[in-house]
């Protein structure tokens, strides 16, 4: 995965490659993740919500890889 997302990433706008979900999720939490996806794709989520994420998010093209997801609710919160 790591090597096709090398490979395209210069495509998008913006871009994050999160290796070990399900271990990184078991440690911190999803919270903290999702922190950490939104902070690579340069969005602060302080104050606004998801509604201003989507906002933000949505006239952008960006990829974003989630490697090693073991569970649907993981996809879900992310």
């Known amino acids: ?46 104050g606004g919500g998801r509604c201003m994420l989507k906002d933000r998010l949505c006239r952008r093209k960006v990829l974003i890889v989630l490697d090693d997801v073991d569970n649907l609710e993981q996809l879900k919160a992310l």
Not at 29 to 46: A, F, P, Q, T
Request: net charge negative.
């Open 1 to 46: 995965a790591s090597s096709i997302y090398d490979e395209i990433c210069r495509q998008f706008d913006g871009c994050c490659f999160v290796q070990n979900i399900r271990e990184e999720a078991s440690r911190y939490g999803l919270g903290k993740l999702e922190e950490d996806i939104l902070s690579k794709m340069g969005v602060n989520r302080v």
